[in-house]
């Protein structure tokens, strides 16, 4: 009976024994606006990228590059209060027609790192 | 994250980890192996304790730094942001876990100078024990801060907070308690005079690991749920690999744990030198175990369920 109640404990044990670090998933890129290989007729004054999870906005950034260069933005990235996934960079001004990549980098609360870039399109 | 960030991070963390655990089990030991050892195992036991607390209390403020370095250089542009005032302060007082760091390093800087200043008086039933095992497993306690529970919503979190922080406390209880317990073995091993005493500390020990893998199990079960969230059975990541490692490895600590406790224990009454070969033996496997499952943890902590 003893012996009995040992081995079943043991099972017991054992099942569980896979779960030592709780995990959540790393932020990754979910929606954005340019969507990631747009072609937009129009010319967008902000860039906002939506993350799986909450966001450090302190710590996360987007810059936008076309072929002259980085787009100059109004400020840092931030996060709206009421979406605490969601990215967003104002530009100083709109987009003229042109390709451009699109880099993030995004911290989530859990720490992690996260980068990544895409292209869209601008033409009227 | 780059590769390269990505070992020195595990490492970082594998080394926390292991510092604070050794640290953990060994400050706690004599709270509760209580009774007065006998000359020769007094001597082997305090000089294996202090020689395990002067190295992991080195270990553990150089390993916090580089974990903090190299997580700030992967949130940055590389090494060179460490140098960014700006990004610094913004890493430290702008984003929700930078405080968190501050009372980390805060805790770091206690701990040492508790294990500097205090250190001849260390490890017994004392005040400054008490002290350093309580900053100890405050460090071990926030790391959940600083990990995947911060990613959480709100709701859940405080819940994994508190599962993550029993199940660190039991596991460095029980892992960290084995440094001690071995040099008792040891001792006992070629002194006659030291098999009561052994006996007796086996006996408080398995009581203690019984409470910690408790706690360990209680916590892991209060943090399966956002886990099992993430479980793509058709397409396992390198995380759900780990896991599955740490699983078999963890099933061999409880399956040697199970025979020290029910089969050789028991036998240090009728054949002790039999068994206490065997006990020393099967501690140094535990403990090499040990060793590979904080490792598995460090990369766990790094590395994303969902790939």
Redesign the interface.
């Given at each position: 009976m003893q012996e009995k109640l040992r081995r079943r404990t043991l099972v017991s044990v054992l099942s569980f024994c896979a779960m030592v670090e709780s995990a959540s998933a790393h932020a990754h890129l979910q929606s954005a606006n340019p969507a990631p290989d747009s072609i937009v007729a129009t010319a967008p004054q902000e860039v906002w990228i939506a993350f799986s999870e909450a966001v450090e906005p302190s710590m996360s950034a987007i810059e936008i590059v076309g072929v002259q260069g980085p787009v100059a933005a109004t400020g840092k990235a931030y996060v709206d209060q009421a979406a605490p996934a969601a990215l967003i960079v104002k530009l100083a001004q709109p987009l003229p027609a042109g390709a451009y990549e699109t880099r993030w980098r995004c911290v989530g609360k859990d720490s992690h790192a996260m980068r990544g870039s895409y292209h869209f399109e601008v033409r009227p | 994250?780059s590769d390269p960030f990505l070992a020195i991070l595990t490492t970082a963390r594998w080394a926390q980890f292991l510092s604070l655990f050794v640290l953990f089990g060994v400050l706690l030991f004599p709270f509760y192996v209580t009774g007065a050892a006998p000359a020769p195992c007094r001597e082997r036991l305090a000089s294996a304790m202090r020689r395990a607390i002067s190295f992991v209390g080195a270990v553990q403020p150089l390993s916090i730094l580089a974990w903090l370095a190299t997580?700030m250089a992967?949130?940055?542009d590389g090494w060179t942001s460490l140098r960014d005032a700006d990004f610094v302060k913004?890493?430290f007082l702008?984003?929700?876990?930078g405080r968190l760091w501050l009372t980390r390093l805060l805790l770091t800087a206690l701990l040492l100078g508790v294990l500097v200043g205090t250190r001849r008086s260390l490890p017994a039933r004392n005040l400054p024990t008490a002290v350093a095992l309580v900053l100890a497993g405050a460090l071990l306690v926030t790391q959940?801060g600083?990990?995947?529970?911060?990613?959480?919503r709100p709701d859940e979190r405080l819940l994994?907070f508190g599962?993550?922080a029993l199940?660190l406390l039991g596991?460095a209880a029980w892992i960290g308690g084995l440094l001690p317990l071995r040099a008792l073995l040891a001792q006992a091993k070629h002194d006659d005079r030291a098999h009561d005493y052994a006996q007796f500390a086996l006996g408080r020990f398995a009581t203690m690991a019984s409470v910690a893998?408790a706690l360990v199990?209680l916590g892991?079960?209060i943090?399966?749920r956002?886990?099992i969230a993430?479980l793509n059975v058709s397409d396992l990541s390198s995380?759900w690999w780990a896991?599955?490692s740490?699983?078999v490895l963890?099933?061999a600590l409880?399956?040697i744990a199970?025979r020290n406790r029910?089969v050789l224990t028991p036998l240090l009454a009728t054949q002790p030198k039999k068994a206490v070969t065997n006990l020393l033996r099967n501690v140094m496997i535990d403990q090499g175990l040990a060793v590979v499952?904080l490792a598995v943890?460090a990369f766990?902590?790094?590395a994303?369920?969902?790939g």
């Open positions: - | 994250m997580s992967s949130m940055g913004a890493f702008e984003a929700g876990f959940a600083v990990g995947h529970p911060a990613g959480l994994v599962g993550y199940h596991a893998v199990l892991a079960a943090n399966m956002p886990q993430t995380w896991a599955g740490k699983a963890f099933g409880i399956a199970y029910f499952v943890a766990m902590g790094v994303s369920p969902t």
